[in-house]
């Protein structure tokens, strides 16, 4: 069953001209439209969510029932209040099932030769489903909080922030111009940043990282872990690492390498521009590779036993 209803509303912005002449300051206030949906849908093995969001907040959590349940709030302001009504009603929605797969989708739709909405629109969903369902999610221009996920999970996001906790599986994660942050993250985990920096704790198993321009900050824990990171223009500090629980292989080129005296690294100039360093304790299966071009490398300073 889907509720629809729309409630209308006043607030004051703090939007203020300020007029140097007379120092007179005008205030305006914005004209807020609202959309609220809701609906559900049973949950069956085998079943895919795919979520594609436009201007969308996401928060995407699990529950122990086998249904998928979606509440979608849709806004627009504007100072007209017919504008923002009008600009709200391009603020597409669906929610459909083919067959396995459940969509979810809102869009701002865009007729031909019309004009662009003036209003500022908005969508923010609530999704609620099994943790050992699948989630594909593109998001464009909004953020992301995903969290308690037990299978595969798909990001694909633009001006995006991401907030990550409690994930393990098959995690595949491609943002450009959105950090990325991450907590208690396991599994095979690919993850491609464009401009964006990446700050990530409690990581385990299979990690590949491929950054251009952005800043990585790993905070390690004594996990088992194989990390490989290739970067360009992307400075990486790996946090207090326990001493002899990892090794480690790190490359820059154009970049400088700093090592905590306490593990001892083993530092070598392979070229002008190109420094390495290597560290094994001999008593670790976890590793981490590191490569950076036009970036530093920085580990430590390490935990002690």
């Known amino acids: 069953m889907v509720v629809n209803y729309q ?33 559900s849908i049973p949950f069956g093995l085998g079943t895919e ?19 998928v349940a979606v509440y979608l709030d849709l806004s627009s302001a504007h100072q007209d209040r017919r504008v923002a009504e009008q600009d709200l009603e391009r603020m597409q929605h669906t929610m459909i099932q083919e067959g396995s797969k459940i969509i979810v989708r809102n869009y701002i739709s865009k007729p031909e030769g019309g004009e662009r909405p003036e209003s500022m629109l908005k969508a923010k969903y609530t999704i609620i489903l099994p943790a050992n369902c699948p989630v594909n999610l593109s998001n464009f221009f909004g953020s992301a909080d995903v969290r308690d996920l037990q299978n595969a999970v798909v990001i694909n996001s ?46 385990q198993g299979v990690v590949n990282i491929k950054s251009r321009y952005g800043r990585i900050e790993l905070d390690a824990q004594p996990e088992n872990l194989d990390l490989a990171i290739d970067a360009v223009r992307t400075d990486i500090v790996f946090n207090e690492p326990p001493v002899g629980y990892y090794s ?6 154009n970049g400088e390498i700093i090592t905590p005296k306490e593990m001892n690294f ?3 100039q392979l070229s002008a521009d190109t420094q390495e360093a290597l560290y094994n304790p001999g008593t670790t299966e ?3 590779k590191i490569h950076t071009t036009f970036g530093n490398i920085v580990i430590g300073p390490p935990l002690s036993n």
């Open 286 to 288: 976890s590793e981490v």
């Open 266 to 268: 083993q530092v070598r």
């Open 158 to 203: 633009e001006f995006c922030q991401l907030d990550l906790l409690n994930l393990r599986g098959q995690i595949s994660i491609s943002t450009r111009f959105g950090d990325i942050n991450g907590r208690q993250i396991a599994g095979n985990v690919q993850i491609f940043s464009n401009r964006s920096n990446i700050n990530l704790s409690e990581i």
């Open 49 to 67: 969510v795919s979520i594609e969001g436009e201007k969308a907040d996401v928060y995407l959590s699990s529950w122990d029932r086998n249904q």
């Open 248 to 253: 480690f292989l790190l490359r820059t080129q």
């Open 7 to 39: 409630s209308i509303f006043q607030h004051c912005a703090a939007a203020f001209l300020l007029f140097w002449g007379g120092g007179l300051i005008a205030q305006e206030t914005l004209q807020v439209v609202t959309q609220n949906y809701q609906e």
